[in-house]
């Protein structure tokens, strides 16, 4: 739903993109602790598997973004972990251009850190609010700033876009909706079962 | 049977398989730097043509390309379709009060081209490698170790994941669930992925157990023999010239 092929976006914006990607990346490296390599291999691993169901809205369906929830989850280490899925959805589906690869993780990437700052700590208030409201509000704003943004990048290639990159903000809407509630109720369930989960990002 | 989800297999022994993989990946991203440079239309079509032999030469079965086909999502669907209503220049047809151009029709067929060209370049190149030898080509190339590291482990654990994942869904099938466009099923399948999550926290906890006890500490030893031959060099030089001439063409007009 986020992956812009190659070909639409200028030079610029492409190198742009890769600049602002690397420097997330080495970030979120520096970060990561090999020993919990294998750890967020596999809920990275559960992410991507997630992301191929296609949920129904209306006379369509959609395919879940995730980017909210990883970042929740996962804090930094949500980075190399949407650029991995990125690299093998690229490669292997067809979905995404190779070039445009930096833009397409920045877009996911940029939103993900903004969901771990506002939403990782509160989630592990044990005496804080209810899971599935936070959740919600993670998912909801992980899809809205990643549409603002695809719509951006295609906006500032080329003014000749802009009409497209309006109508396309709308085409985000339903899966806005849908990704909200399936975050709510995956975190409020997690919450309960297994808080640990939401306790990764200090490690 | 648990990879399955990503392996794209070619006939095997084609003759890409010979090759290094880095050289597969080298190329396929050359010749999609210079194919998102190229602006006319005649070049664009030879290259597209170029990397559709290419595919149909790995042996893929035809099948499983069209599903592979540049898969146009909504939004970028609403690009190509607004673009000649959008783009200034001779007027082509009025529909209502919009006027589309010849411009704007050429600007959309353009990044047709060019993104389809470089989808069937990617698959044929890269596509049809066993993941693994990707990760492993990757990190010879100089990609961080501790992405590589991520990446294999993730492709490791897709096929798991994936079964896991259907496992829970049957059980929700076999409980008379059907996915409609409601909040029921949407809560239903949030509860479906945090119940996928939960199950691989624990299962990764149990994997970084069994790797310590065989005295993992963080690196993670590649084990391969890439090769890189002298026929690799020929084959990068080819692609080297072919690509600076479709650039001196495109440029000349």
New interface residues.
């Given amino acids: 739903?986020a992956?812009?092929?190659?070909?639409?976006l200028t030079?610029p914006v492409?190198i742009g993109g890769a600049l602002a990607t690397v420097a997330a990346?080495s970030v979120a490296?520096r970060r990561?602790?090999?020993?919990r390599?294998?750890?967020?291999?596999?809920?990275?691993?559960?992410f991507?598997?997630?992301s191929l169901?296609s949920?129904?809205?209306?006379p369509g369906s959609v395919h879940l973004l995730l980017n909210g929830?990883m970042g929740a989850?996962l804090g930094w280490a949500a980075v190399?972990?949407i650029?991995?899925?990125l690299?093998?959805q690229?490669?292997?589906?067809?979905?995404g251009?190779?070039?445009v690869l930096g833009v397409n993780c920045i877009n996911m990437v940029l939103p993900a850190l903004i969901c771990a700052a506002l939403f990782a700590r509160r989630l592990r208030d044990v005496e804080s609010q209810n899971g599935f409201i936070l959740g919600f509000l993670a998912g909801g704003l992980g899809v809205l700033l990643t549409g603002f943004m695809?719509a951006s990048s295609?906006a500032i290639s080329n003014p000749?876009?802009?009409?497209?990159?309006k109508?396309?903000l709308f085409?985000?809407l339903p899966l806005m909706i849908?990704e909200a509630?399936?975050?709510?109720?995956?975190?409020?369930?997690?919450r309960r079962?297994?808080p640990?989960?939401l306790f990764l990002p200090e490690r | 049977m648990s990879m399955e989800l990503?392996v794209?297999s070619g006939r095997p022994g084609n003759w890409l398989s010979l090759r290094d993989p880095r050289l597969r990946i080298l190329i396929?991203?050359g010749f999609?730097?210079t194919?998102?440079?190229l602006r006319q239309v005649p070049l664009l079509l030879l290259a597209l043509s170029f990397s559709v032999a290419l595919v149909l030469s790995t042996g893929l079965s035809p099948s499983r390309i069209f599903r592979?086909?540049?898969?146009l999502?909504?939004?970028?669907l609403?690009?190509l379709l607004?673009?000649p209503?959008?783009?200034?220049g001779e007027a082509w047809f009025r529909l209502g009060p919009m006027t589309a151009t010849w411009e704007?029709f050429q600007?959309a067929i353009?990044?047709?081209?060019?993104?389809n060209a470089?989808?069937f370049a990617?698959?044929a190149l890269?596509?049809t490698l066993e993941?693994v030898v990707?990760g492993h080509a990757l990190s010879r190339l100089g990609v961080?170790d501790?992405?590589a590291?991520?990446?294999l482990?993730?492709?490791?654990?897709?096929g798991?994941?994936?079964d896991?994942?259907r496992r829970l869904h049957k059980a929700m099938l076999t409980r008379g669930f059907v996915?409609?466009?409601n909040?029921h099923?949407?809560?239903?399948?949030?509860?479906l992925?945090?119940?996928?999550?939960?199950r691989?926290?624990?299962?990764?906890?149990r994997?970084?157990a069994a790797?310590k006890c065989r005295g993992?500490?963080?690196?993670?030893y590649l084990l391969d023999g890439q090769h890189w031959r002298w026929a690799d060099s020929l084959y990068a030089l080819i692609t080297v010239t072919a690509l600076s001439v479709l650039l001196l063409l495109d440029g000349m007009t």
């Fill in positions: 739903m992956h812009i092929p190659d070909g639409v030079a492409m990346l490296l990561l602790d090999s020993e390599i294998p750890q967020v291999a596999v809920l990275s691993a559960a991507f598997v997630s169901v949920i129904p809205v209306g929830l989850i190399p972990a650029l991995v899925a690299v093998l690229a490669i292997f589906f067809g979905y251009g190779l070039v695809v295609i000749d876009y802009l009409p497209a990159a109508v396309m085409t985000y849908v509630v399936v975050t709510g109720a995956a975190i409020g369930f997690a079962v297994a640990e989960l | 990503l794209v396929a991203l999609a730097l194919i998102v440079s592979r086909l540049l898969v999502e909504g939004f970028m609403v690009l607004l673009l209503f959008s783009v200034p704007g600007q353009v990044i047709l081209l060019r993104a470089i989808v990617l698959l890269v596509g993941p990707l961080p501790k992405l590291h991520l990446f482990f993730t492709v490791r654990y897709l798991l994941l994936h896991e994942y996915a409609r466009g909040l099923t949407w809560r239903s399948l949030g509860w992925l945090g119940m996928l999550l939960v691989s926290l624990e299962r990764s906890q994997i970084v790797m993992f500490n963080g690196r993670f």
